[in-house]
C-alpha cells in the first residue's frame, strides 16, 4: 500500500539553483495538492490540481511551478531557489477536491533547505 | 484567510494522564478534520465533524464540534506515548476551501 510517494526525502540547495520535487499516488485520485510546512504556521497550500490537465494557484504559490503530468503524478519545480523557500513540503491527494469532508492522504514529506 | 488558532502550542504529560487541545476561530465552519502528524511523517486523518455541538469517540479519542461551528476540542483519555504528535486542525469554509491550524504538539512520556 504505497498511497502516496514523495522523492526526494531531503534536499539541500544554494541560493539560485533549480530542482522539482516528485510526487506519485497509486490511489486513483482525481486531486492532487502541494503544501508547505513552516513552524508556528501550519500548513499552506502551494498549487492544487483538481483534476488532470488542471492546476490552480493556492496560498503561497510564488516561486514555484507545477505540472500535473498524468493522473497518477504531480511535481512541483523550484526555478531559483531562495532561502525562503526552506521548509518541509508536504504532496496530497484526496478523491475529488474542495469536496464536503474530501479526506486527504499526504505523502511522508521533503526537507529541502536552501543556503 | 480565516484567522485560526490552536492552543495550547505545546504540551508535555505523563502516561494516563489526560488532555485537551483546542481549535478556534471567529469564523463558522461547514465541517472541520482534526489529523495526526507523526515525526518524519504526512498528518494523517483523525475524524471529520460536520454538525455544530457534534461529539465524535475514537478510542480514547473525543472530538468535539462546538455548537456554533466555530470551534472544536480534542479530548484524550488516559494518555499514552502512541499518543505523541502534532494535531492538527482542518477546517473547511463554506466555499470548501480547506485551511491547516499551525498545530499542538503533543508529548507523552512513560
Known amino acids: 500500500n504505497a498511497g502516496v510517494t514523495q522523492t526526494p526525502k531531503f534536499q539541500v540547495l544554494k541560493t539560485g539553483q533549480s530542482m522539482t520535487l516528485q510526487c506519485a499516488q497509486d490511489?486513483?485520485?482525481?486531486?492532487m495538492y502541494w503544501y508547505r510546512q513552516d513552524p508556528g504556521m501550519g500548513l499552506r497550500l502551494i498549487y492544487y490540481?483538481?483534476?488532470?490537465?488542471?492546476?490552480d494557484k493556492g496560498e503561497v504559490p510564488n516561486g514555484y511551478n507545477v505540472s500535473r503530468l498524468n493522473k497518477r503524478e504531480f511535481s512541483l519545480r523550484l526555478e531559483s531557489a531562495a532561502p525562503s523557500q526552506t521548509s518541509v513540503y508536504f504532496c496530497?491527494?484526496?478523491?475529488?477536491?474542495?469536496?464536503?469532508?474530501?479526506?486527504?492522504?499526504f505523502g511522508s514529506g521533503t526537507q529541502l533547505s536552501v543556503l | 484567510t480565516q484567522l485560526l488558532e490552536q492552543s495550547p502550542q505545546f504540551l508535555s504529560i505523563q502516561e494516563g494522564e489526560n488532555l485537551t487541545v483546542y481549535c478556534n476561530s471567529s469564523?463558522?465552519?461547514?465541517?472541520l478534520q482534526w489529523y495526526r502528524q507523526e515525526p518524519g511523517e504526512g498528518p494523517v486523518l483523525l475524524v471529520t465533524?460536520?454538525?455544530?455541538?457534534e461529539v465524535k469517540k475514537l478510542k480514547r479519542l473525543t472530538f468535539q464540534f462546538g455548537d456554533a461551528r466555530k470551534d472544536s476540542s480534542l479530548h484524550i483519555t488516559a494518555a499514552q506515548p502512541g499518543d505523541t504528535g502534532l494535531y492538527l486542525c482542518?477546517?473547511?469554509?463554506?466555499?470548501?476551501?480547506?485551511?491547516f491550524g499551525a498545530g499542538t504538539q503533543v508529548v507523552v512520556t512513560p
Open positions: 490511489m486513483n485520485h482525481n486531486s
Open positions: 469564523s463558522v465552519f461547514s465541517s
Open positions: 465533524v460536520v454538525t455544530g455541538g
Open positions: 490540481s483538481a483534476s488532470e490537465g488542471t492546476t
Open positions: 496530497a491527494s484526496s478523491e475529488w477536491s474542495r469536496a464536503a469532508n474530501e479526506k486527504l492522504f
Open positions: 482542518a477546517p473547511t469554509d463554506s466555499w470548501g476551501k480547506l485551511q
